[in-house]
């Protein structure tokens, strides 16, 4: 027992099991030395089996189970019908609704994700100087982030107000035409892509800083003796070497972004996405086939549809990070 | 980059500080006037006073009362549930050895990817088949341990504690409860209260499986809002001042933990 302090503790149910489980008969062992094996090799196990326990019932079995709900008949009120195969599949897929939800939902996904990163790239950059008061700078730029997204939502449908919107009054003021904000496609997506910018990019701008912070500093040292300003120590230096972090936050806002319905839904009083669904996004038809036409069969067909949508998306990204990465690995 | 930062370095932050202001205050001011300042060509700088008036009308039109105490109940109960059983579990992965730990981790960490959003259905079927659709328990169940909880306490655990220590506790004769408790919660206490602060703030900011799951009698804030907007006829006055009301917590809650929040987003990306 004296070597105990030795072992790494991934070994401890070796030291205290050597005395007796190292050969046959350990039952000659006290019950008292039997009790802490036991501890050791079960009670770890009762640790962690909350999370997985939980996990099995809320997000294994669900996800399994949507299969199963997915051939088959299956009303919100009647519950399970006939197996009926692919059906709600085909029937997702012809309907002209599906690409609608499927084309807004990258459309508002592109308009929010790529701005949000520059600019919270730019904002890090800014952050990761000698400023004063740096505490009160990183916490102010996270103000947005503890406003809900249904909040969110409700503000943003008054400032793009069609009539009486801050927005378009504004545009009046310096003699534009106003915009019809919930009519047209694009623009009800420039809105709603705006509300997800907000709340996220000062979230998005700390975690880039921080991987800034890490970036060596004898690295702009030595750019700076070569000559290189700061713009093209950022580009050159800070961005590659956080590329990492980039990618984390990209795979992160792809799985947020394809899921967006806090903001469309409430974008109007109506929550369906607009008067020709302009603005309905894949969770939202996902919502409105379960829970306004019950039909949970197809509802869980756009599930998992929309599951395999992200992966693919998560992945294609992953993909042209490390490319992209790769080449310029090469060059530096 | 390590220098002095000039007029346009502070300049730009200030604009964009401004810029994540405007649309609180925005509400704030709505909120604060009568009805008819939305048809005002130039909108009013300052704060009008009907704010108490127009927050009184949002409380009559939906449960709004209510609705912060169920909120505040399942956001409680789920951060400090998710807290607990991710520092138990979080541990047994960090420090302690067991058959099958490295297997199980990966699975941990493939979890994470898995939005739990898709498995909305079957788990709007579990809890109608468990008779709490309408109930809380229908939100606090669900949540109350998250992979991603796991393994942001594992991370921190597997540095926080020196291994000696466990040895220590073992060889003094405490089992492995005895050293969780006497050992890994005050070691876990900081990773702790940032898990708990953003189990909270995701909890009480969560639209979509409340939406599902409540009646209109019985809503969370979010759900609330919901319910004053819906109607043909929208009253800003009376739907920002609610708005604003729905955000007060978590801005008191910001202005008391705003360093740890910005600490934990921080140390979250290093180590994720």
Known sequence: MSTKTEQPVGDASVTVASPTGGRPGGGRAPWRQRLALLDVKVTPYVFVSPFFLLFLLVGMFPLAYTAWVSVHDWGLLSGQGDFSGLENYRRVLEDRYFWNALRNTFSIFVLSSVPQVLIALVLAGLLDTQLRGRTLWRMSILIPFVVAPAAVALIFGNVFGDRYGLVNEALQGIGLDPIRWHVDALASHVAIASMVNWRWTGYNALIFLAAMQAVPRDLYESAALDGAGRVRQFLSITIPTIRPTLIFVVITSTIGGLQIFAEPRLFDTQGLGGSDRQYQTLTMYLWELGWRVRDLGMASAVAWLLFLIIVLFAGFNLWVSRRTGALRGGAR | ?272
């Open chain 2, 1 to 272: 980059m390590n220098r002095r930062p000039g007029f346009l370095v502070y300049g730009l932050l200030t604009a964009f500080v401004l810029g994540s202001c405007a649309p609180l205050y925005w509400s704030f001011l709505v909120g604060s006037h009568s009805r008819d300042v939305l048809t005002k060509r130039v909108p009013p700088l300052l704060p009008g006073g009907h704010f108490w008036d127009n927050a009184q009308r949002a409380f009559d039109a939906v449960p709004f009362w209510k609705a912060l105490g169920n909120s505040l109940i399942v956001s409680g109960t789920v951060a400090t549930s998710v807290v607990f059983f991710s520092t138990l579990a979080g541990f047994a992965f960090a420090k302690l050895a067991f058959r099958g730990r490295t297997p199980l981790l990966v699975f941990l960490v493939a979890t994470l990817a898995v939005p739990t959003q898709l498995g909305v259905i079957p788990l709007f079927i579990v809890m109608a088949k468990l008779g709490w659709v309408g109930s809380l328990w229908a939100l606090i169940v669900p949540g109350m341990v998250t992979a991603f909880g796991v393994f942001f306490m594992r991370q921190y655990l597997v540095d926080a504690i020196p291994d000696e220590l466990i040895d220590a506790a073992r060889v003094d004769g405490c089992n492995l409860f005895r050293t969780f408790w006497n050992v890994a919660v005050p070691a876990a206490r900081p990773a702790a209260g940032i898990l708990w602060l953003f189990t909270f703030m995701a909890t009480w900011t969560d639209f979509f499986w409340p939406l599902i799951v409540l009646p209109a009698s019985n809503p969370t804030v979010q759900i609330a809002l919901q319910q004053l907007q819906s109607g043909y006829y929208v009253d800003y006055s009376l739907v920002l001042a609610g708005a604003t009301v729905a955000t007060v917590p978590l801005l008191v809650l910001f202005v008391l933990t705003g360093r740890q929040l910005v600490a934990g987003i921080m140390q979250g990306a290093v180590k994720g």
